[in-house]
């Protein structure tokens, strides 16, 4: 008897051992010990900026994945067989096509809204686009991906990647969040998520394709001149704010890089705060969303009535700043022929979106307001944060299950950047950022948490921190660590600051410290960088 309980406590403590030792694995993280802390003004007077763009196609190849057949024609998975099965309110009337007979659905998961939504096939590619930029002794190369968004640990992998024979000083990934993509951060994969439901081939041919991108940008770098315009937009018809107080993104930033002495468009870049989900979250097919029919018509134009010819080159669209939240779901969208107007989810939606910022951005680019950016130098800045997390998240990430990685006491790390290039401003954010944040209007009203309470993100970053002509937040960009909301709006606990029920934001966010961090390091590298360039003038 003494010998069994002997071996019943040695079998348990091996449990044990292996629990922790399986905890400690997962809570280190892939390149643990990967930091960043500088800014880099380079040498010398700036030249002529020197521009090089590339881009990949990621879009899954659907003959090697399985489809469902969807029997009530109702754009949702309702399967027959499998765990939701066992619950006779979830089943439903649809099969699929098991095209490799290994008894398991391999389906493409799209992203956003629900964790239970194959796709029937692929309405249009999305992509993968790198804008690299050169001068003074700096190089510096920016991605954006047609994708929900990419954790820390990814980018990472991207940047190691990259031949470093190429002498890029630094790499920034940025996602435009889009809802209709396939799931690149784990969380959306099946009726229940879990890492062996990744599609990990999918995402490791994303990675590829980024590093691709950047080096081939890297080696197109050619002389350039940069035009710039900033384009007050009315919201009306484009986006709207879903989360009081309303507060939007209204600058449209429209960049434009032709070859010296010429209109020959190399590249032109955007950036605007909205959710790519103008499809909402029964569409089952692939899209780029208003993102794709955007950057064809500022390539290739847009058709009459009221259409503009195109600019060519490549279109890069970086995200602005989206939490709060700035979205087209309910919008009414209008057409261009003045006539027409799209409220429901549909691709007409998308496309009317896309063609009338496309409209909006050609006009702005060839209007009296265009400026050109005549000493370019190109200067960036990145740091290393580690914020707290808390509740699902902080599990979550304990377990490895997302963003992996756990530094002391609790705490997840992430990124923030700047990058200089004349006088246009950007920095990069790595999440959703408040619009409230970046132009100020942040509220605190009773019923908050935190009420009373002072704002603790002020002054607004974009409107008083940053500085140049044109001031570009690009939003998840390096990571994507949800919702950044104001600490004087959380609003978690009754009694609620504007609806009994509350509003949505707090569930997708990792806690309210997390906007006074990013906040916090954002301004002090700004500040680091505007020092930094006094110094080099």
């Not at 003004?41 to 469902?68: K, W």
């Not at 569409?283 to 950057?295: E, H, K, L, V």
């Not at 939490?323 to 261009?336: A, I, Q, S, Y």
């Amino acid at each position: 008897m003494l010998l069994r309980r002997r071996k019943t406590v040695v079998v348990f403590g091996f449990l044990i051992l292996a629990l922790l030792v399986f905890l400690g694995y997962r809570m280190k993280g892939p390149y643990r010990f990967y930091y960043l802390d500088f800014v880099t003004t380079g040498s010398g007077e700036p030249q002529m900026l020197e521009v090089g763009v590339a881009q990949r196609d990621i879009t899954p190849h659907m003959e090697d994945y399985d489809t469902f057949v969807d029997a009530d024609n109702d754009n949702t998975y309702k399967p027959k067989t499998g765990l939701l099965s066992h619950f006779k309110s979830l089943a439903g009337p649809d099969s699929y096509v098991d095209r490799n007979h290994n008894g398991k659905f391999d389906a493409v998961w799209l992203t956003g809204f629900n964790t239970d939504r194959p796709a029937k096939g692929v309405h249009d590619p999305i992509d993968v686009r790198a804008i690299a930029f050169r001068n003074n002794g700096v190089t510096v190369a920016m991605a954006t991906l047609d994708a929900i968004g990419l954790f820390h640990d990814k980018v990472i992998d991207i940047r190691k990647r990259i031949d470093p024979r190429l002498g890029v000083d630094h790499v920034i990934v940025s996602c435009v969040h889009n809802h209709e993509t396939p799931d690149t951060m784990g969380i959306y994969s099946g009726p229940i998520p879990t890492p062996w439901n990744f599609d990990t081939p999918h995402m490791e041919r994303v990675l590829d394709a980024c590093k691709e991108a950047v080096e081939e940008a890297l080696g197109h770098l050619e002389p350039v001149e940069m035009y710039c315009t900033t384009y007050e937009l009315n919201p009306e018809g484009f986006v709207n704010d879903t989360r009081k107080p309303i507060v939007i993104d209204t600058k449209l930033n429209c960049i434009r890089f032709v070859k010296p002495g010429t209109d020959v468009t190399i590249a032109t870049m955007v950036n605007w705060g909205n959710h790519p989900e103008t499809l909402g979250g029964r569409n089952p097919f692939i899209t780029s969303d208003f993102c794709g029919y955007w950057r064809d018509g500022v390539e290739k134009g847009v058709p009459e009535p009221n259409g503009v010819k195109g600019l060519g080159g490549m279109c890069l669209y970086f995200q602005g700043m989206v939490g709060g939240l700035m979205t087209p779901l309910g919008l009414d969208v209008p057409h261009r022929d003045g006539v027409r107007k799209f409220k429901q989810d549909s691709f007409e939606k998308a496309e009317a979106l896309g063609q009338n910022l496309a409209v909006k951005t050609v006009n702005a680019l060839r209007g009296s307001t265009v400026w050109k950016n005549e000493k370019p130098r190109v200067a960036v800045g990145a740091k290393t944060v580690y914020g707290s997390t808390r509740g699902v998240f902080r599990v979550a990430i304990v377990l490895g299950l997302i963003h992996p990685g756990v530094f002391w006491p609790c705490n997840a790390r992430s990124e923030v950047d700047v990058v200089r290039i004349g006088d246009v401003e950007m920095a990069t954010i790595p999440g959703e950022l408040y619009p409230e944040i970046g132009d100020g209007g942040i509220a605190n009203p009773p019923g908050a948490d935190f009420y009373p309470c002072v704002p603790v993100e002020v002054p607004p970053l974009r409107k008083e921190i940053m500085e140049g002509k044109m001031r570009m937040i690009i939003g998840l960009a390096n990571d994507e660590i949800g919702y950044i909301i104001p600490k004087s709006q959380w609003d978690e606990k009754t009694p609620r600051a504007y609806e009994p029920n509350g509003q949505y934001g707090e569930e997708n966010s990792c806690g309210p410290e997390i906007a006074p961090l990013v906040y916090r390091e954002s301004a002090r590298l700004l500040w680091r960088l505007h020092e930094a360039l006094k110094e080099a003038k």
